[in-house]
């Protein structure tokens, strides 16, 4: 049995995923959940949104992992190594993978590149942030978050990193990392540079060089691009599942984030709203994801109960009634 851990809000990500994967084999929790249990079924536990949970609630995963993986369950994403947003841009701007950093914005940085933006670290809602030219601009939109009366704490100042693939358009590639196993995935072409699949798709059917698009996302998932740099940006940020959001840049990627629980959509309205010469390659790629998923699968099932037995979670235990498993949440 595959266990996802998921924050409340966000579960939704995985309601066609489950069915898709067949609830026998995969179910999802809330993390509250989680750490009222004195006992929890053995099998493969894999947990996200890191950078939705406040430190407490990181230290209260890290210790069920821990039982977990004492008592002989297999655990993805151990919730005591994940490097978060701020983390993992340093790192990788460390180890040379990008050519951008991030500072945290209580400390009035001073980026040693222009232009720049400022986005939440606790979240994957970027929009449509402007970017900021210089340091006196940035100083003052500090300043005027603080006069808002909004911290500054969990926000961050980001290099802008980016390349148009043509005049006027952007493109985003998604890369997929399952328990050693890299999957290229979409390669998303917009309008703006905060690129999302374009909404205004009559647009991009006439854009000259929307053939180009079409073979660049072939030429992307047929031939797993990239997938040396980003295997190796995977193991710096010890996340064992999650999808790197990147874009190429000089000839290099440069990664934005990596989504622990990254969203799985409807197939049937996916492939009914995405371009049908997309279709084939679309599948393929979501075909190698599910099996990837799948082969994580321990033998071990519900079973076998492995006690959790920490002091940090009796409290949160002694809330706990006995109840049947919480079902699958759609």
Request: hydrophobic fraction near 40%.
């Amino acid at each position: 049995m595959i266990h996802f851990v998921t924050t409340q809000s966000h579960s939704t990500t995985l309601r066609f995923l489950i069915p898709r994967l067949g609830p026998a084999r995969c179910r999802d929790w809330f993390y509250e959940d989680v750490f009222r249990r004195r006992k929890l079924p053995s099998g493969t536990w894999i947990f996200t949104d890191h950078e939705r949970l406040s430190a407490y609630e990181l230290t209260l995963a890290a210790r069920v992992a821990f039982h977990l993986q004492r008592g002989g369950a297999r655990v993805l994403n151990h919730p005591a190594r994940v490097l978060c947003r701020f983390d993992l841009l340093r790192t990788l701007k460390t180890a040379g993978i990008n050519d951008f950093s991030a500072w945290r914005a209580e400390t009035f940085p001073k980026p040693e590149s222009f232009p720049v933006f400022i986005r939440n670290e606790y979240d994957h809602r970027l929009g449509d942030p402007p970017l900021i030219p210089d340091q006196a601009a940035l100083d003052a939109e500090l300043a005027a978050i603080q006069k808002s009366e909004y911290p500054l704490v969990g926000k961050l100042v980001i290099e802008f990193a980016g390349e148009e693939v043509c005049p006027g358009v952007w493109q985003r590639f998604q890369t997929y990392h399952i328990a050693g196993e890299t999957i290229a995935h979409t390669n998303v072409v917009d309008f703006k540079w905060v690129a999302k699949d374009v909404k205004d798709t009559k647009r991009l059917k006439r854009h000259p060089m929307f053939d180009r698009f079409i073979a660049n996302e072939q030429a992307f998932i047929s031939k797993n691009l990239y997938a040396d740099v980003l295997s190796r940006a995977f193991k710096l940020a010890q996340i064992d599942y999650g999808r790197a959001d990147f874009a190429i840049v000089n000839g290099k990627p440069q990664i934005y984030e990596i989504n622990t629980n990254p969203n799985h959509g409807d197939h049937e309205k996916l492939f009914r709203a995405i371009h049908p010469r997309r279709a084939a390659i679309q599948r393929y790629s979501e075909d190698l994801v599910q099996k990837a998923l799948l082969k994580t699968d321990l033998a071990a099932g519900d079973a076998i109960k492995i006690r959790i037995d920490d002091p940090m979670l009796k409290r949160h235990q002694a809330w706990w009634k006995p109840r049947p498993e919480p079902p699958w949440r759609p």
